[in-house]
């Protein structure tokens, strides 16, 4: 009984032992192990993760990140080929391809990312001074915006620059210039390079903005000529309408005017037809009324042969 507890007391303190002189090591998911011996490289780098065995004391773990790393350079003024001057500011994604040859010329990634500074940053100039400003921030001659009408006789000095290379086809030509500057001496292969902002300096950037407000005062100064002539169309027709309106219906009172008296003509002609002398006695005092009113202190003077009288001078 004593002996098999101090067998397995013996066994714990081995497995103690060996754990705390670090026999073993854990590779996680995500990274990768170069082994080194009084600082230089052992072996292949562990890629797989899981427990590994080492000799304890004289060798050392040393780990790397497998996973796609991010690289953000500072933003630079450059200028294009057609003497725009602008900031410049690119992103790329960049990985440990061959742990080795990392260790072996950067050895960290602080360093690496020192190095991708100087040959990025550089791939990233020489490739924007070569094109013009419209090549670095178009990708497509498809130009989706409303494109403003001329006035008559107005030229367009003006034309759309056709694209030839692109936006996107210059990250690529940096891409490829990077890699190819990086070699393959440092174990870093570069995945993706974009442009991520594009800015005109102080300088120019006062000049392009006063330039686009007044381009759209212009615009807005067209559109409101337009509308003051559409309105005044539109109130000529208006007052055109009103005016055939009016004619129309003055000519159709006086239509009915003429009908009227028509109509009064014939029924005073019937009346006179059936009874002359009463007639003649209601105009007469009608003329009275007409004549004299109904206004107080008015004199009527009539000679004893007027006609106006006859019916005043008979019983």
Same mark, same amino acid.
């Given at each position: 009984?004593?002996?098999?507890?101090?067998i397995?007391?013996?066994?714990?303190i081995?497995?103690?032992?060996?754990?705390?002189?670090?026999?073993?090591?854990?590779?996680? /998911?995500?990274?990768?192990v170069?082994?080194?011996?009084f600082?230089?490289?052992?072996g292949?780098?562990?890629?797989t993760?899981?427990?590994?065995?080492?000799?304890?004391?004289?060798?050392?773990?040393?780990?790397?990140?497998?996973?796609?790393?991010?690289?953000?350079?500072?933003e630079?003024?450059?200028?294009?080929?057609?003497?725009?001057f602008?900031?410049?500011?690119?992103?790329?994604?960049?990985?440990?391809?061959?742990?080795?040859?990392?260790?072996?010329?950067?050895?960290?990634?602080?360093?690496?990312?020192?190095?991708?500074?100087?040959?990025?940053?550089?791939?990233?100039?020489?490739?924007?001074?070569?094109?013009?400003?419209?090549?670095?921030?178009?990708? =497509?001659?498809?130009?989706?915006q409303?494109?403003?009408?001329?006035?008559?006789?107005?030229q367009?000095?003006?034309?759309?620059?056709?694209?030839?290379?692109?936006?996107?086809?210059?990250?690529?030509?940096?891409?490829?210039?990077a890699?190819?500057?990086?070699?393959?001496?440092f174990?870093?292969?570069?995945?993706?390079?974009?442009?991520?902002?594009?800015?005109?300096?102080?300088?120019?950037?006062?000049?392009?903005?006063?330039?686009?407000?007044?381009?759209?005062?212009?615009?807005?100064?067209?559109?409101?000529?337009?509308?003051?002539?559409?309105?005044a169309?539109?109130?000529?027709?208006?007052?055109?309408?009103?005016?055939?309106?009016q004619?129309?219906?003055y000519? =159709?009172a006086?239509?009915i005017?003429?009908?009227a008296?028509?109509e009064?003509?014939?029924?005073?002609? /019937?009346?006179?037809?059936?009874?002359?002398e009463?007639?003649?006695f =209601?105009?007469?005092?009608?003329?009275?009324?007409k004549?004299?009113?109904e206004?107080?202190?008015?004199?009527?003077?009539?000679?004893t042969?007027?006609?106006?009288?006859?019916?005043?001078?008979?019983?």
């Amino acid at each position: 009984m004593n002996n098999q507890i101090l067998i397995i007391l013996g066994i714990a303190i081995a497995v103690i032992i060996l754990v705390f002189s670090g026999v073993f090591y854990i590779v996680p /998911e995500g990274q990768q192990v170069i082994i080194t011996q009084f600082g230089k490289p052992i072996g292949q780098p562990h890629t797989t993760s899981g427990l590994k065995i080492k000799t304890p004391f004289i060798q050392k773990v040393d780990r790397f990140d497998k996973r796609i790393l991010e690289w953000d350079g500072r933003e630079k003024e450059v200028t294009t080929k057609d003497k725009r001057f602008i900031w410049l500011d690119t992103t790329a994604r960049w990985r440990i391809s061959d742990a080795l040859k990392f260790f072996q010329s950067l050895k960290t990634e602080e360093n690496a990312q020192s190095r991708l500074d100087d040959i990025i940053n550089s791939a990233s100039r020489d490739l924007v001074t070569g094109q013009k400003l419209v090549e670095v921030v178009r990708n =497509t001659n498809d130009i989706r915006q409303a494109t403003e009408d001329l006035e008559e006789g107005e030229q367009n000095t003006e034309q759309i620059e056709v694209i030839e290379v692109g936006r996107r086809k210059i990250a690529q030509m940096i891409l490829e210039k990077a890699q190819q500057n990086l070699s393959e001496e440092f174990g870093i292969e570069i995945v993706d390079v974009q442009i991520k902002r594009i800015n005109y300096v102080d300088q120019v950037r006062q000049k392009v903005f006063l330039r686009m407000i007044s381009e759209r005062q212009r615009i807005a100064s067209k559109y409101k000529s337009e509308g003051e002539g559409e309105a005044a169309d539109i109130e000529g027709q208006a007052d055109k309408e009103l005016q055939r309106i009016q004619s129309e219906a003055y000519k =159709t009172a006086e239509q009915i005017k003429g009908q009227a008296d028509a109509e009064a003509i014939q029924i005073y002609a /019937e009346a006179h037809s059936k009874d002359p002398e009463f007639y003649a006695f =209601t105009k007469t005092l009608e003329t009275y009324q007409k004549t004299i009113g109904e206004t107080e202190n008015t004199k009527l003077f009539l000679t004893t042969d007027s006609d106006l009288y006859k019916y005043l001078k008979k019983p």
